[in-house]
């Protein structure tokens, strides 16, 4: 009977023991992922340059115009190739956004929410358009104009750019524009 009551003391210390020791461990263990986070952050929220800063919301814009001008295409163009071309544009340029997106939450940039006000006047003109004359119109702004204009843009950008997240998201960038820009140059033949 003494054995079994010095026992049930032994575990009971034993369990007691055990559960501080492991409070100890997990208060260690956050601790330091606390400080892990805390560094991995300031390394991520470096301040920006100017240049890279306004590459991002470059980037940001030119898919916020493409996309804006895509859906107005997506209703109102009369072919299937633009239609699809349209749908490219939204699938694309939407997953760019949200990449840029997310960089520059990680940055602390914030970035345009609608297109430019030369977007915003060529949109109004396409709404006043219909069949060939859209697809038309569509095509050669929204489709080559533009995209020639943010290939300049990205090239001219990437040089420049210092941070190696805003580089990357350049980098990536470049390739889709010049496939979406030899597209709208194959339509508009």
């Given at each position: 009977?003494?054995k079994?009551q010095?026992?049930?003391?032994?575990?009971?210390?034993?369990?007691?023991?055990a559960?501080?020791i492991s409070?100890g461990?997990?208060?260690?263990t956050?601790?330091?992922?606390?400080?892990s986070d805390?560094?991995?952050?300031?390394a991520?929220?470096?301040?920006?340059s100017?240049?890279?800063?306004?590459?991002?919301k470059?980037?940001a814009?030119?898919?916020?115009?493409?996309?804006?001008a895509?859906?107005?295409?997506?209703?109102?163009?009369?072919?299937s190739?633009?239609?699809?071309?349209?749908?490219k544009?939204?699938?694309?340029?939407?997953?760019?956004?949200?990449?840029?997106q997310?960089?520059?939450?990680?940055?602390?940039?914030?970035l345009?929410?609608e297109?430019?006000?030369?977007?915003?006047?060529m949109?109004a003109?396409?709404?006043?358009q219909?069949?060939?004359?859209?697809?038309?119109m569509?095509?050669e702004?929204?489709?080559?104009?533009?995209h020639?204009?943010v290939l300049a843009?990205?090239?001219?950008?990437?040089s420049?750019?210092?941070?190696?997240?805003v580089k990357?998201?350049?980098?990536a960038?470049?390739?889709v524009?010049?496939?979406?820009?030899?597209?709208a140059?194959?339509?508009?033949?």
């Open positions: 009977m003494q079994s010095t026992l049930k003391k032994l575990l009971a210390v034993s369990a007691v023991a559960m501080f409070v461990v997990q208060a260690q956050q601790t330091s992922a606390t400080q805390a560094t991995g952050q300031t991520s929220n470096t301040k920006l100017a240049g890279d800063e306004k590459a991002l470059d980037m814009q030119a898919n916020i115009n493409e996309i804006a895509a859906k107005i295409a997506l209703n109102k163009a009369q072919s190739e633009v239609k699809a071309f349209a749908q544009m939204v699938d694309d340029h939407g997953a760019a956004l949200t990449k840029v997310t960089t520059a939450q990680q940055k602390g940039v914030t345009p929410t297109p430019d006000a030369m977007h915003k006047t949109a003109q396409l709404e006043k219909s069949g060939d004359a859209f697809d038309k569509y095509m702004n929204a489709g080559t104009k533009d020639e204009m843009k990205l090239k001219s950008d990437a420049m750019i210092k941070d190696a997240d990357a998201l350049a980098d960038h470049t390739p524009v010049e496939q979406h820009l030899k597209s140059q194959q339509i508009n033949k």
